[in-house]
Every structure is written in C-alpha cells, then in structure tokens.
C-alpha cells in the first residue's frame, strides 16, 4: 500500500540500498580471499582469536540491535512513552555482570560453544538440552527479525516482501560462508554506522521540520510520553523503572552474558583485557543507538499528535509508522529515504549474520566434534555448509513470525522466555558449587515450562489496558476503543472470543509485564535447581554449602584486612 499523500521510493533510494547488500557481501569476499589459507574451523568460527575490542564491541551491539530496533523502538516510544530509554541503566548493570562473572570463565576456558561448560560443569544431557535451546530461540528470533520489518517496508514503501527476505537471508549466507566471524564482525561494523547514520537523518530532518528540539521536547512532555519515574512496584504494569531496570537487567543478561552469538565475539578478542574492552565499548554504542531509536520515537509523536496515520488508516500496522515517517519527511531528499530502509535492512543483515554464525558453531562444536572424528579441515567445511543450510532455515523461519505481535514485545519476549532459563542454569553452575547435574537439568525444565506457560497465557488472554496503559491523548474519544482492539489484536474478533471468558490468572498470572517472563526463568530455575541437588544428593550438598560458606568467610576477612591496612 502507498499512502496517496506520501511518496514511494525512487530509483536512488533504491540504489542505496542495494549499495549497502553489496558492500556487505563485497567484505565477505574479502575475507574469503584473505583467509584462503585456513583450515581450521576455530579460524572459521572464532576468528583465530585475533580480534581486538572496537570492532567487536560494535558487532555486539549490532547482534542485538537489530531492524526491530530501528522499527519498533520509536513505535514503543510514541504509543506507550519514552520510559524504555531506562533499559540505558539496565544496559549498566548487564556489562558490569558479564564482564566480571560470565565472560572471564567462558574466556579461560577456550571453548568454542557456550554450552561444552555445561558438560564440564553438570553432565552432556544438560548441554545437549541447553544447545537445543538455544537453536529453537535463535531460530524463531532470526526469523522474526527478517520477515517483521520486510513487511513493514513492504506494505509502506512497495519494496516487494519475498523479495527483501530472501535479498537478506541469501547476502547473511553469502558472507558468513566465505568469510566466517571475521566478515561478520567487520560487516557488523559498516552496518552499526548505516543504523546510526539512518537516525541521524531522520532526527535532524524532524528538528527542522518542527522548529528545534525544544519543540519536540515541549509536545512530547505535553502529550505525556517524557513518562521516566514511574515507581509502581506492581508486576502487572508493562513498563515501569522496576520492570525496565530489574527485567532489562535480565533480559539483556541472558543475551550478553550467555548467548553463544555474544559469547563466540568475546572468545574471538586476541585477551582477556580486548574482551571486556569490547563489553565497555559496545556499552557506549548501545547507548547511542538507544537514545537515537528513542528520540527518534518523541520525533514521531510530535510530527503526527494531532494527526494519526495509524488511526486514519494511512498504515495497517504500528510498525509501519517509521518507514510512513521517513517517506513523508524526506520526499524532498532522493536517496535519503533508502538510507534509512538501508539502516533498517543493516540492522536484520547484522542479526541474522551473528545468528547463522552461532547455529553453525554449536552444531559443530556441540553436536559433531564429539560423535563424529573429523579433521580440522573436514570440520572447517562442515562450518560452512551449515552457514548455508541455516540460512535457508532462517529465510524459511520468517514465515512463523506473522503470527507474532508487536516488534519490540515478541522479540524480547523470545530472548526472555528461553534465555531466562539458561541463565539461571549458568548462574547456577558458577556461583552454586553445590547444585549437582539433577539439579541443573531439573531446574532448566522447570523454569522453562513455567516461562513458557505465562508466555503462551499472555499471547491468548492479552493484558487488560490498566496494565499496559496505552497513551491515547493524540486521538479523540470515541477513537480510543477502537484503537485498544486494534493495539491488543490485528484479529478483533478473535481477541474477543477469547476475552468473553477471562479466567482468573488472565488478569493476573497472565498479565505479568513480558519483561518478567526472563527473570521468573532464571529464579526458578535456580530454585528449583537447589532443592533438587538438596534431596538428590544430601551429603554432597552440605558438603558444598560448608565450602561456600568458607570462601564466603574468608573473602569477608580479606575485606577487613585490606580496610585496615588502608586506615593504617
């Protein structure tokens, strides 16, 4: 669909945007060529472990930061407030937690998968578990990723949609066969600045269009979207300071400090020290495409407050709102409109990439280096076959994601339901030395049917509107019903079929903030994982719990010692 009031892409825009496919497969080639010599699948995978911090601190957050960033984030922004510019605190708090706990081991150990320390530390049922995880997450998250923002594109700007999804899934492949982590990494890097690049566009021309940021500021305050300090300490509310920090914390936690698409960055960095440079870096990169998504979505509610393309029927769909944006603002500008679909396109190029790289590295090192004696060489090329065998299933994937709602939401909901579990198996195994393998695997299986349970619950029984508290003052009343079907379901009436008959934990159990989905994983899995290893396994157990409570104390009066010798 192309609005009759809005323009639609012209030849540059199309240009550059096909400038952006091509550079990133020319770096794959080049890598290919660079690295004809390597027979070694760690060279393939993990780049020889010769990486240094900056390049890989920016294809960390480019893992991440994908086109639901650059979709969603300004959607989340205009319908619900500008209080997700706090996960910028709970970013904080995950460099802190992985830099200092999770990365140096998975570091020492040289491992090429993040899931052989499971086997070292529990058994191999636990880490053949924790790998199927893991491919089922970055499975349904990669094809999210690839077919949501094509078809916000699509139905926006006439970009045809097959054709943009199997564009993106063939030039990922493309450069992740031939050139391995190192071309993804340095693909990363040319597409973290085409993301940045396509908001600073949009954000500048915003700025001139409305008179200056203190106008955007003043209609963002006045419509209620500068909504930062909400304290309410109660779970059921979408977005509070609580369910961002504690939640976010969490959430960007399971994907920094345990993902195997994080984890294969920082084992590739040349030391230790290159490794947590990178975190610290990433964390200032981070921030700055966070803020601009964000600003980005203040820009769009100042420009459309009294007018709602949405509600007017100019879009089908809240995610289209950005692409409708930038062709109304830059029409004027041939070229610029594809640059920002370029940034969009950079940040599911960037995703994909990171994601098909990892497939490829825990079927190899956790699925046929242990059953199957190949050599080094043979190995090599198993890498890339599978490159290119999980890229056709992610392009394949993509047709799942239709059934999923909102960018921003379904994503993190993905990464927090099957990623909160997972963390608390990791956390559980480092800082627990009395859970045993019972534990560990029982405590997974729990926290993951319980997360899964409430996030099923809250795809049939969506939360009532007091807890997700939409803000609807840019459109009259008799519009803001209609609007609360059309925000909850793209199926009125299957939504409500489902609403004739709400059981009790629909508004409570099921109405839980999808940022909590994470954290109730990781604690149960963490509970459960003790009370297990305590009834399995009785004498070990006190055994273990006596040795922490040694090292507890002794690093207690280390403390004191050092405090004394410091007053001395």
Request: glycine share 8%; charged share 10%; hydrophobic share 50%.
């Amino acid at each position: 669909m192309n609005p009759a009031n809005v323009a639609s892409f012209t030849a540059w825009d199309y240009v550059v945007f096909t400038l952006m496919l091509v550079i990133s497969a020319a770096i794959g080639v080049y890598y290919a060529f660079a690295q004809r010599g390597q027979r070694n699948s760690r060279d393939f995978l993990v780049g020889g472990r010769s990486m240094t911090a900056v390049p890989v601190a920016l294809s960390l957050t480019a893992s991440f930061m994908s086109a639901i960033t650059v979709l969603g984030t300004p959607v989340e922004v205009y319908c619900y407030g500008a209080s997700f510019i706090l996960t910028c605190l709970s970013f904080i708090l995950m460099v802190g937690i992985s830099s200092e706990l999770f990365l140096p081991i998975f570091y020492r150990l040289g491992i090429t998968s993040t899931y052989e320390y499971l086997e070292m530390r529990f058994n191999k049922a636990t880490r053949l578990f924790g790998t199927m995880l893991f491919i089922i997450q970055t499975l349904l998250y990669t094809g999210l990723v690839i077919y949501a923002p094509a078809l916000a594109l699509n139905q926006v700007t006439g970009i045809d949609l097959w054709g943009a999804v199997i564009s993106t899934g063939v030039v990922c492949t493309f450069y992740c066969t031939l050139g391995g982590l190192k071309a993804v990494v340095w693909t990363d890097v040319f597409q973290v600045l085409i993301m940045l690049t396509g908001f600073l566009a949009v954000i500048i021309q915003c700025v001139l269009v409305q008179g200056g940021v203190s106008v955007i500021i003043s209609d963002s305050t006045q419509g209620g979207r500068i909504n930062l300090w909400d304290f309410d300490p109660n779970p059921l509310r979408r977005h509070t300071f609580w369910t961002i920090l504690i939640g976010g914390t969490f959430i960007w936690t399971s994907a920094y400090g345990i993902n195997q698409a994080q984890v294969q960055r920082y084992v590739s960095c040349r030391s230790l020290l290159h490794a947590k440079m990178s975190l610290y870096v990433n964390l200032l990169s981070l921030w700055a495409i966070n803020l601009c998504s964000v600003f980005c979505g203040l820009c769009l509610y100042s420009v459309y407050k009294n007018c709602d393309p949405w509600m007017a029927k100019k879009v089908s769909s809240q995610d289209q709102l950005m692409p409708y944006l930038v062709l109304d603002i830059l029409r004027d500008y041939p070229g610029v409109p594809g640059l920002f679909v370029a940034a969009a396109y950079s940040g599911t190029l960037s995703t994909v990439s990171s994601s098909v790289n990892a497939l490829a590295a825990v079927t190899v090192a956790d699925l046929i280096r242990p059953y199957f004696s190949l050599s080094e060489q043979q190995l090599s090329w198993a890498s890339k076959g599978l490159s290119v065998f999980y890229g056709a299933v992610c392009i394949g994937m993509a047709g799942l994601a239709s059934l999923m709602g909102g960018l921003l939401q379904a994503a993190i909901s993905i990464v927090g339901t099957i990623g909160g579990p997972l963390l608390g198996l990791f956390t559980l195994g480092i800082l627990f030395p009395c859970a045993n393998s019972k534990g560990g695997l029982v405590g997974l299986v729990i926290g993951l049917v319980t997360s899964l349970w409430v996030c099923i619950g809250s795809q049939i029984y969506h939360p009532p509107p007091e807890s997700t508290r939409p803000l609807m003052d840019h459109i009259n009343s008799d519009q803001q019903e209609q609007a609360l079907d059309r925000i909850f379901s793209d199926d009125t009436d299957s939504y409500n079929i489902f609403c004739f008959y709400r059981p009790f934990l629909a508004d409570n159990w099921y109405s839980l903030s999808y940022l909590y989905f994470c954290p109730m994983g990781t604690i149960v899995a963490i509970v459960v994982g003790l009370i297990v290893s305590l009834l399995s396994g009785k004498n070990d157990f006190f055994f273990s719990v006596q040795m922490c409570l040694r090292v507890f104390e002794n690093a207690a009066i280390w403390c004191l010692i050092k405090s004394d010798m410091a007053n001395i």
